[in-house]
C-alpha cells in the first residue's frame, strides 16, 4: 500500500504515455523541463568517510534485506529509458565496493535507447576495475578527489590514501575511459587548490570541475565552508584566461569553460549561490528503492513494492516523480534548508 507522501506524488503523476497529450513528451515535467538523465545508487556502503558526505561516525548501513537487487535496478532502468531516460550514472556510496557490479553494468549498457552509462567513484579501488568497467560500457567516469595534497587527501576523507586514487586515475585513462574529477570546493580546508586543479586541464582531456560545498550534514559553522562559484571563477580568471563552452542536453548543471590552449575543461557547480533548477534534466533512485525528484526534495517514492508489477506500473510511479519536481529547491546558505543527511545514503 502506497505511504502517503508516495499517494500525494500519484495524485500528482503525469498521465502515462496513451493518455498524454502526443505533443508533449512523457519526460517532460510542468515546468517543460525534459528528464532524460537517472543517477541510480546501487550500494549506500562507501570505503571512504568523506567530511562533507557523512559525520565522522558514519552512518548506520541499510540491511542486505533492504538494498534492491541487480535485477530490480535493471527493472527500474528498462522503464525508466522507456520514458525517455538516455543517460544513467550508477553511484552510490561507492558503487566499486558491491560485488557482482561488472556483470550489472554489462546489462545496464545493453538496454536499447540507452546512450550513455557513466559511474561516480572515489578511485580507491579504480585500478584493478577500470578495465573491466570500459569493456562493460562504461563511457565514463566521475571521480571525486577534493585534494592534490596527501596530508589533506587524508584528512577531508578521513584516511585515504591520494596515491590510490592517481594509480585508479592513470589505470583509467589508459583503458580509454573518459575523465571528470569532482573537486568540493571548502573554505579554509582545501581552496587553495582551486588552482592547481584548474592546472590539471592544461595537458590532460579530463573535465575539473569546482562544486559548491552544500549543508547536507549540517557540520558546525557550514555556512563558513562556502566559496561561491562566481568567487572561484574569479580567483580562475585571475591566473588563466577562460573562454566559456556551449553546454549539451545530457550534460550535468556544470558551467564549462576552457582554459586557452587546454586540452581538457573546466567546469563551476553551484547549487547554493546560483543554482541550475531550471535547467534540471534529473531524477535519482537510492540502493534501497526510493525515487526523488531531486537531491534535496522532501518527499521520495517508494518503488519497492511496484517492482513485481508489470512495467508500466513501475513507469507510472516514476511519472509521478518526474511530476513532482518543485521549480526550485528550498536550499541557500542563508536558510534552513532540508534535514541534514549523508549524502551516502542517497546517491551524491
Same mark, same amino acid.
Given at each position: +500500500? ?40 546501487? %550500494?549506500?556502503?562507501?570505503? &571512504? ?8 561516525a558514519g552512518v548506520a548501513a541499510c540491511s542486505h534485506a533492504d538494498i534492491l537487487r541487480y535485477e530490480q535496478l535493471l527493472k527500474i532502468s ?22 557482482? &557490479? ?52 587524508a584528512k577531508i576523507t578521513r584516511g585515504g590514501e591520494l596515491r590510490q586514487v592517481w594509480q585508479g586515475i592513470d589505470t583509467a585513462e589508459r583503458s580509454g575511459l573518459k575523465l571528470k574529477l569532482n573537486m568540493v570546493v571548502m573554505r579554509g580546508v582545501n581552496d ?12 590532460? *582531456? ?21 566559496? *561561491?562559484?562566481?568567487?572561484? =571563477? ?7 584566461? &577562460? ?6 542536453? +545530457? ?19 553551484? *547549487? ?17 528503492? +526510493? ?9 521520495? +517514492? ?16 516514476? =511519472? ?14 542563508? %536558510? ?13
Amino acid at each position: +500500500m502506497p505511504q502517503a507522501e508516495d499517494r500525494h506524488l500519484i495524485q500528482n503523476a503525469p498521465a502515462v504515455a496513451d493518455g498524454k497529450d502526443a505533443c508533449t513528451p512523457v519526460n517532460q515535467d510542468r515546468f517543460g523541463r525534459t528528464i532524460n538523465y537517472l543517477r541510480l545508487s546501487v %550500494t549506500d556502503r562507501c570505503n &571512504l568517510r568523506c567530511c562533507y558526505c557523512m559525520p565522522a561516525a558514519g552512518v548506520a548501513a541499510c540491511s542486505h534485506a533492504d538494498i534492491l537487487r541487480y535485477e530490480q535496478l535493471l527493472k527500474i532502468s528498462r522503464a525508466a529509458v522507456g520514458l525517455g531516460i538516455e543517460k544513467v550514472r550508477v553511484t552510490g556510496g561507492e558503487p566499486l565496493v558491491r560485488k557482482g &557490479l561488472i556483470r550489472f553494468l554489462e546489462q545496464l549498457s545493453a538496454i536499447p535507447g540507452l546512450n550513455e552509462v557513466s559511474l561516480t567513484t572515489n578511485g580507491i579501488l579504480l585500478a584493478a576495475a577500470a578495465q573491466k568497467l570500459k569493456r562493460a560500457g562504461v563511457d565514463r567516469l566521475n571521480i571525486s578527489l577534493d585534494s592534490l595534497q596527501p596530508a589533506t587527501f587524508a584528512k577531508i576523507t578521513r584516511g585515504g590514501e591520494l596515491r590510490q586514487v592517481w594509480q585508479g586515475i592513470d589505470t583509467a585513462e589508459r583503458s580509454g575511459l573518459k575523465l571528470k574529477l569532482n573537486m568540493v570546493v571548502m573554505r579554509g580546508v582545501n581552496d587553495h587548490e582551486v588552482e592547481d586543479f584548474a592546472a590539471l586541464s592544461l595537458e590532460k *582531456p579530463w573535465s575539473v570541475r569546482f562544486i559548491e560545498y552544500m549543508p547536507t550534514i549540517r557540520e558546525k559553522a557550514w555556512r563558513s565552508r562556502i566559496v *561561491p562559484g562566481a568567487a572561484i =571563477l574569479h580567483r580562475l580568471q585571475q591566473r588563466f584566461p &577562460l573562454m566559456p563552452l556551449p553546454t549539451s542536453r +545530457m550534460c550535468g548543471p556544470a558551467r564549462p569553460f576552457r582554459i586557452a590552449g587546454a586540452l581538457g575543461t573546466i567546469g563551476v557547480i553551484t *547549487p547554493i549561490s546560483e543554482h541550475f533548477c531550471s535547467s534540471c534534466n534529473r531524477i535519482r533512485v537510492t540502493a534501497t528503492g +526510493m525515487a526523488k525528484s531531486c537531491l534535496f526534495a522532501g518527499s521520495a +517514492m517508494d518503488l519497492k513494492p511496484f517492482l513485481s508489477g508489470d512495467e508500466h506500473t513501475l513507469q507510472t510511479r516514476l =511519472l509521478a516523480v518526474i511530476g513532482a519536481k518543485e521549480a526550485c529547491h528550498d536550499l541557500s546558505g542563508q %536558510t534552513s534548508g532540508p534535514e541534514p543527511f549523508a549524502m551516502a545514503t542517497i546517491g551524491g
